[in-house]
Structure formats: C-alpha cells, structure tokens
C-alpha cells in the first residue's frame, strides 16, 4: 500500500499532471465562451438565414402521442424522430472546431511572430557585436522596431576603454631617473 501511495504521490507531484489540470480548467473556461458565440451570436445569424426556423424543432413523428377519453391528458407521449437537433448538434460542433481552429491560428501566428523577434534580435546582437553588416529583412526589422520601442533595440556594444597606466611608484621613478642619467653617460 505504502509503495502505491508513494507512486501516486510522484505522478501527481509532475508538472504534467499539474499542466493536464490547468488545460482542463481553461478549456472548460473557453468550451463555456465558444459555446455562447455559438448559440448566441452564430445560431441566430443561421436562423434568420433559414427564415426564422429553429432546427431542434424539425422531426418525424413515427406514433402520435396517445391523449385520455377527454382528450386533456397526455396518456402515451408521441415517438418522434428528432432530426433537427441531430442536425443542430453537427452545426454546433463544425462551428465550435472552426472557432478553436481559428484561435489556435492565431495563438500560433502570435507566438512565431514572438519567436521571430526573439531570435532576430539575438541575431542582430552577434552581428553588432562582430561589426558585420545586417542584411535586407534584418534593417527592415531594425527600423519596424525603432517605431515601435526605440529603447528596445539592438545596440553595438563598446568594450570598455583599457584601463589607464597605472602612476609609477617613487622608487619606478628613482630608477627611471637613474636609467635616463646612465643613458646620457
């Protein structure tokens, strides 16, 4: 029992398993928002399309509903073929794929264009660096950012000066004195 609980205790303490918990809970986030676009704004788009006609209502009715002598109650209810809520769920379903196909797109475009600056500013970096020259789409790219976060750019760094000589010592200067009097001798 122990060795089970200590597997259980090492699976759920992953970060798989806690990155599967937060992708259930904002895909049931984002299935509640899908869902609404769909039934509120996109469904009533196709209803007036059809002319008005709501498709949960469309069925066959294949036994009529059985009423009592007085003809006030239901006594067996109508067997029906509900085919328009068939059909309804399908357009549920193509256009909530589509709307997560689309969000997805556009995540993605987000997250390469994030990609492409990073990359292409580390680029640029090792260039200035090196004193190469940028090509074409690397100015392009320069001046688009220049626009947009001048601060942010690329800069050429300046090695630092070397430092300054350091001041002889008295004794240094004794025996450079000394080396200058040998010298004229």
């Known amino acids: 029992m122990k060795k089970l ?7 759920i303490s992953k970060g798989n398993v806690l990155d599967m918990a937060v992708g259930v809970i904002i895909g049931s986030a984002f299935s509640s928002i899908v869902n609404s676009l769909v039934k509120d704004v996109i469904t009533p788009v196709i209803s007036l399309i059809t002319g008005g006609t709501d498709l949960t209502d469309l069925k066959i ?5 059985v009423l009592d002598e007085l003809g006030e109650v239901v006594v067996t209810p109508a067997l029906t073929l509900n085919y328009g809520a068939f059909i309804q769920a399908i357009i549920n379903f193509l256009l909530i794929a589509i709307t997560v196909f689309l969000f997805v797109k556009v995540v993605a475009k987000i997250q390469k264009t994030l990609d492409f600056n990073a990359t292409t500013k580390e680029n640029i970096q090792k260039k200035l660096d090196n004193d190469e020259a940028l090509n074409a789409i690397e100015q392009k790219w320069m001046q688009r950012m220049e626009k947009r976060d001048p601060a942010n750019l690329p800069k050429k760094t300046v090695a630092p000066p070397p430092p300054a000589p350091a001041e002889p010592s008295s004794t240094d ?5 000394i080396l200058d009097e040998l010298k004229k001798d």
């Open 5 to 11: 609980f200590a597997e259980f205790k090492k699976f």
């Open 173 to 177: 200067k004794l025996l450079m004195q």
């Open 61 to 65: 009715v294949l036994k009529p509903e």
